[in-house]
């Protein structure tokens, strides 16, 4: 794709913005060691800035280098990522950093398609990671990018389709600023995220408005447009939390699902929302307690967002005579619960109930 006016103006203005207008700041800003920078791209790809600062200081300080990351255990790593949700990233992260240490003894590859070979690394991550890094020129593209793009050019090609990305991630490299890709792709996430935001972007003090379609359209609403409405699923989990002589039934979630490699309570899931007195009086309830426990506390309905799921449900906490421990799950001490890894939806629970406190 040619280099138009529209295009020149693009580039030459945002990064003019960003040399002289752009203060958002983040740790990892202007970062050059590849093992970092990978990290917190990690991090962000689910995360908004400002709570994934915290976990990527912590995790610099617990790992400073791969290496260091390599040789922890699961269970530290997946404990410190604790709370960020998305624990597939986690996982991802544990094997690239293994898989690092192993076959390139610690260097991080610096070619892009080594780089977007890694696992956990999709083409924005690796374009990022390769631009800031080693200077090469690849455009990240992401919803952020092309939603600028598809309003500054005022583009009605859906952002979440094949052809989308294809046009965008195009037009994405005709834009770039080929002598300081790094800065470039800087200039255009930090754009993205401060003035040409999803909801309500501040195009009075946009740096390109002049040539902005949607702009002077007055249709900004109007874009980006997407093909598909995202239908969330409810599901309804149920927690026992059975505790005898200090110590509690849970188990490491392992199926494909998930949470995977956290830890739960024992889990019943129904398929529709239940009181907790019919929970209570369930056959699956009866059938894992049986008669001999006494209910400590019944929680208020816990409820968690996820991208394509909805997850209701409540915590009863029973003492029992004998310890209860379904096949799959074993027995903790609860003095070391709290270095267990645990979702979000339990440690909502967790930090309001007296079970964890001495
Ligand atoms: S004028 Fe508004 S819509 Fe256009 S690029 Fe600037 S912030 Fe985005």
């Not at 990978?38 to 912590?58: D, F, H």
């Not at 610096?110 to 890094?133: C, E, N």
């Not at 019943?268 to 209570?280: G, Q």
């Amino acid at each position: 794709m040619r280099k138009g006016k529209k295009e020149v103006f693009f580039t030459a203005e945002l990064m003019h913005w960003n040399q002289h207008q752009n203060f958002r700041e983040m740790p990892w800003k202007a970062e050059k060691d590849p093992y970092k920078i990978w990290l917190s791209e990690i991090i962000l790809q689910q995360t908004r800035v400002e709570q994934g600062w915290n976990y990527y200081n912590a995790f610099i300080e617990a790992y400073p280098t791969i290496l260091h990351l390599a040789a922890a255990t699961d269970k530290e790593v997946y404990k410190l990522w604790e709370g960020l949700g998305y624990y597939s990233r986690c996982k991802n992260l544990l094997f690239t950093a293994r898989y690092i240490a192993t076959n390139y003894k610690g260097i991080f590859p610096s070619a892009y398609d080594a780089i977007l070979q890694l696992k956990g690394v999709g083409p924005y991550t690796a374009a990022a990671i390769a631009s800031f890094a080693f200077n090469i020129p690849k455009a990240v593209v992401d919803g952020n990018v092309m939603r600028v793009l598809s309003r500054y050019f005022g583009n009605k090609t859906a952002i979440d389709s094949t052809e989308g990305k294809k046009v965008f991630t195009a037009q994405a490299e005709t834009l770039l600023d080929t002598s300081s890709p790094g800065k470039y792709n800087q200039a255009i996430m930090d754009f993205g995220a401060t003035i040409c935001k999803p909801k309500s972007p501040l195009c009075e003090q946009c740096p390109i408005s002049a040539r902005c379609t949607a702009y002077h359209e007055n249709a900004v609403a109007d874009y980006p447009v997407k093909e598909k409405k995202l239908l969330k699923k409810n599901r309804w989990l149920y927690y026992i939390i059975a505790e005898h002589d200090d110590a509690v039934t849970v188990r490491m979630r392992n199926q494909k699902d998930i949470w995977q490699n956290l830890y739960e309570f024992i889990l019943i899931e129904n398929s529709s929302r239940l009181t907790p007195d019919a929970f209570i009086a369930s056959s699956s309830f009866k059938k894992i307690v049986g008669k001999q426990c006494r209910v400590i506390d019944i929680s208020p309905e816990y409820k968690q967002l996820l991208t394509h799921q909805v997850i209701h449900g409540f915590f009863v906490h029973i003492k029992t005579k004998n310890a209860i421990v379904p096949e799959g799950y074993h027995i903790e001490k609860l003095k070391i619960i709290a270095s267990l890894p645990f979702p979000k939806f339990i440690n909502n629970y967790l930090q309001k109930t007296m079970l964890l406190k001495p």
